[in-house]
């Protein structure tokens, strides 16, 4: 994937995406110093796009670091990585990071922090799982506590358990893996929040150990729109045996309906077809 051509933003230049490379001693390398962003373009236009510049900042104002352009030269930096790529429809990454520099330990204060932005399409994330339905297996890893990390920020290392639990998921037949969070109340999916359905009401997750997505806020606020009564509440995993629908939410993943968690299945319902259609008409108007 290293090997193609196209340009990659990093730093205020457009590098050849060939060279868009970063010393092996950086400091993000070894000590997760790392906080990225997932975007969406859609007929040229990114959904969001200020809410993730934005959230961006704020991530690395939790790692400690101020990234050295703000939010309005982010903004003009992903304008010209998406005209660059000539994409219409595509996936916007973009990552903040302490690089290499006098500090190898775990302090790194004096290293300077780097920007990189690039963009590539990326259809379906969960595949055809997208009409069909999502099974999602259960990690034995949990969410942790807001004591423990900070949970809010889309860091590098709030990923680890992320990637090793949709391993064992696939390795298991799933799309993805749901995680419980340090209470034992369902949390979300490794790169998407959950949201269920039970007799015509929504029931999602409160985000207070996990990342609140812009997804996440979008459909609620369609929902309620719609006059769609939302519970925003802690979820016990035996409720999952009442609830008849289920589906994911997240800017890669849009709207995804789940067939089956674990032993739990659900039906690919009207309520969860209808949110995903207007989700979808709403980030292209
Ligand atoms: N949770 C995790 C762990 C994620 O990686 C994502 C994707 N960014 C989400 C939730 C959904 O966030 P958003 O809707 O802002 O993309």
């Known amino acids: 994937y290293d090997d193609r051509d196209g340009k990659i933003w ?24 790392s906080v990225f962003e997932g975007e969406r373009a859609y007929n040229g236009k990114i959904f969001k796009s200020r809410e993730h510049s934005e959230r961006l900042h704020y991530s690395a104002g939790e790692l400690d670091f101020l990234i050295p352009y703000n939010v309005d030269e982010i903004e003009a930096a992903k304008e010209k990585v998406l005209k660059e790529a000539g994409l219409k429809d595509a996936y916007i990454r973009a990552v903040a990071w302490r690089g290499a520099g006098p500090d190898m330990g775990v302090a790194s204060s004096r290293n ?7 963009a590539w399409e990326w259809g379906a994330y969960y595949g055809d799982a997208k009409t069909k339905g999502a099974k999602l297996d259960i990690s034995k890893w949990k969410r942790p506590s807001p004591e423990t990390i900070p949970v809010h920020a889309k860091a590098a290392g709030l990923y680890m358990i992320c990637t090793t ?65 939302v519970h925003e509440r802690h979820i016990m995993p035996e409720e999952m045996e009442g609830f008849q629908q289920c589906f994911l ?13 674990g032993a739990y299945t659900f039906e690919v319902g009207a309520l969860t077809r209808d949110i995903g259609a207007a989700y979808e008409a709403l980030v292209r108007s």
């Not at 300077?112 to 690039?118: F, N």
């Not at 939410?249 to 968690?261: D, H, N, R």
Request: proline content about 2%; glycine content about 8%; hydrophobic content about 45%.
């Open 10 to 33: 990093m730093d205020g230049k457009m590098v050849d995406w060939r060279d868009a490379n970063v010393h092996i001693l950086s400091h993000a390398m070894h000590y997760a110093s």
């Open 112 to 118: 300077a922090v780097h920007l990189a932005i690039a």
């Open 165 to 229: 639990s949709k391993h064992a998921a696939e390795a298991k037949g799933c799309s993805d893996a749901l995680f419980m969070d340090y209470r034992g109340y369902v949390a979300e999916a490794t790169g998407a929040n959950i949201f269920f359905v039970k007799d015509g009401e929504v029931h999602t997750p409160l985000a207070d150990c996990f990342l609140n997505g812009l997804t996440r806020q979008t459909v609620i606020g369609m929902l309620k729109e719609r006059d769609i009564v």
């Open 249 to 261: 939410t997240g800017t890669a993943a849009e709207v995804t309906p789940v067939g089956m968690i």
